[in-house]
């Protein structure tokens, strides 16, 4: 069967490869996994201030609710079914074109759950927050719920209205509570992401000049539209969207806020900013790269070099650094850039490779910035040089750090080196010999790697003189959780690509229409 025309591609599209039996359903479980972080504000703002050990407990558990319900939602999930599960839609304004419309498929099903795994190890991790304790918990639950959001979101609406939620509480978390920048820090921040937001609406604006139908998906609401478009305006659209996202990505040269802000924010703060807000960006980048495929291959080149770029830049700046949480900063630039990467080669390879990626970067850089917390509190220092000779004085912390490090140079064994692999194989089949720039950058990662694990537990040179007392329980219970995933995820990756297939398949077809 031959494909069909370009003047049949809205049609075809919409019947054949989006939009399939869209399940709409009254309020249902993505509601309430939705909702809960807002209802534990509630729940906050009647508790006394000073009662800061309800406060804790209530902002601990309901992270822990949203952690059992993406659970809840995963084992619901049909991993063969590529389409959009557990829908919910209710029109708002349909002369406007918005409606509360949530959905989840194969891309965004593990983000969930990375998400809401994360914010419940931010809250674990925020235990030694003094000050201000309510307001801070307050601003943790409404960014758990401003993350969710943009994952659940299938409507562009309310997509970007989630997308500016995150922004207020960030400026504040970091703002008050970050280290001695944090005001500069906070700052940086709000203005990158202004700007870039100001490029998303523009964007969604000029689409929404053709005839915008909501249909109730992400996808969708504005495909038939986009492809209305003429070619160079489909071009400039998606330069548009690749300014905003590629901004919070974030890709070079457009990464300056980041360092900063990951370095300043709280410990809590810094893993969901690696963890979840860079993977926001790339999950909305996926999103329109499918809506634009006529001009996501013609940007193709400039998306691949803008990745190596970010790859090779974040690599080699975190070679340099002294300061053990500016390394995992720079490092996630470079990470990210694989991450880019992998999306730019606009196949099914490389969407694998990007989601791996994505989820292995979010689990490594949140054990590091959390044993590196719990390292500065013993310490008062960031600095590697300053360390020295630690495993014999904290073995636990030791070992759950030689598996992070070792899940950041991409051993066997983890899930950083399922991520790099698929990735090395991806880039390869379609660019050739440019991958040499993609195993440099991976050769200067396992080079800093390999330099922090000498000083950190070889070297005795600089030990500290202070007697070091190991991590309880408590402390290791987030980072045991990060590690075991690290472990399980890279000694079992087909459980998360069986998760992802079908949706992943789908896309690639999307992409690669004319391919046909």
Same mark, same amino acid.
Do not use: C, E
């Given at each position: 069967m031959s494909p069909p025309s370009r003047h049949l591609r809205p049609a075809y599209f919409t019947n054949h490869l989006i939009k399939s039996d869209f399940r709409v359903r009254d309020m249902g479980i993505l509601s309430l996994l939705l909702w809960t972080p807002a209802i534990g504000c509630l729940l906050l703002i009647w508790v006394p201030g000073q009662n800061s050990y309800q406060i804790r407990?209530? =902002?601990? &558990? #309901? *992270?822990?609710?949203?952690? =059992? &319900?993406?659970?809840?939602?995963? %084992? +619901?999930? $049909? %991993? /063969? $079914?590529? *389409? !959009? +599960?557990? =829908?919910e839609y209710f029109a708002i304004n349909p002369a406007f074109g918005s409606a509360y419309s949530l959905g989840v498929d194969g891309l965004s099903m593990p983000l969930l759950v990375l998400c809401t795994l994360l914010s419940w190890v931010a809250m674990l991790a925020s235990l030694n927050v003094s000050t201000h304790i309510k307001a801070y918990h307050l601003c943790m639950l409404l960014l758990e719920f401003g993350m969710l959001g943009v994952f659940l979101a299938q409507d562009w609406v309310l997509f970007y209205i989630f997308w500016e939620l995150t922004l207020i509480p960030l400026f504040f978390l970091i703002g008050r509570w970050g280290g001695n920048r944090r005001h500069a820090a906070s700052l940086n921040f709000v203005f990158y992401t202004l700007v870039g937001s100001v490029f998303m609406l523009i964007s969604l604006l000029a689409i929404s000049q053709y005839h915008l139908e909501h249909s109730g998906s992400l996808i969708t609401a504005i495909q038939n539209s986009a492809s209305t478009m003429p070619v160079q305006q489909q071009v400039w659209v998606l330069l548009g969207f690749l300014i905003g996202f590629g901004i919070k990505l974030p890709i070079f040269p457009a990464h300056g806020w980041l360092p900063l802000a990951f370095v300043e924010a709280p410990a809590g703060v810094s893993i969901l900013l690696s963890g979840v @807000?860079?993977?926001m960006a790339a999950y909305g980048l996926l999103r329109v790269l499918i809506i634009l495929p006529e001009a996501a291959h013609i940007l193709q080149p400039v998306l691949v070099l803008l =990745? !190596?770029?970010?790859?090779?830049?974040?690599?080699?700046l975190a070679w340099r650094q002294s300061n053990l949480k500016a390394m995992v900063a720079y490092a996630s630039i470079s990470q990210m850039g694989i991450v880019f990467l992998g999306i730019s080669n606009l196949n099914q390879a490389g969407i694998n490779s990007a989601i791996l990626q994505m989820l292995a970067h979010s689990l490594t850089a949140g054990a590091l910035v959390l044993l590196s917390e719990q390292l500065f509190k013993r310490t008062l220092s960031r600095q590697i040089q300053d360390y020295g000779g630690l495993i014999k004085p904290m073995p636990r912390w030791s070992g759950l750090m030689v598996v992070s490090l070792f899940a950041a140079m991409g051993l066997p064994g983890t899930v950083g080196f399922i991520a790099e692999l698929q990735t090395l194989t991806a880039f390869y089949q379609q660019w050739g010999w440019l991958w040499v720039f993609l195993a440099l950058s991976l050769l200067i990662t396992a080079a800093y790697s390999?330099? *922090? @694990?000498? #000083?950190?537990?070889?070297s005795a040179t600089h030990a500290p003189r202070l007697p070091l007392n190991d991590i309880r329980l408590p402390e290791g219970l987030a980072a045991g959780a990060l590690v075991a995933a690290i472990v399980l995820l890279g000694l079992f990756p087909a459980t998360l690509l069986d998760l992802s297939a079908g949706t992943v398949a789908q896309m /690639?077809?999307?992409l690669n229409f004319q391919a046909l």
């Open positions: 407990l209530i =902002a601990n &558990l #309901v *992270t822990m609710v949203s952690v =059992a &319900l993406s659970g809840w939602m995963l %084992a +619901q999930y $049909d %991993a /063969h $079914d590529p *389409t !959009l +599960q557990l =829908a @807000l860079l993977k =990745a !190596l770029a970010g790859m090779l830049y974040g690599s080699l390999i330099r *922090t @694990l000498g #000083v950190l537990f070889i /690639h077809r999307l």
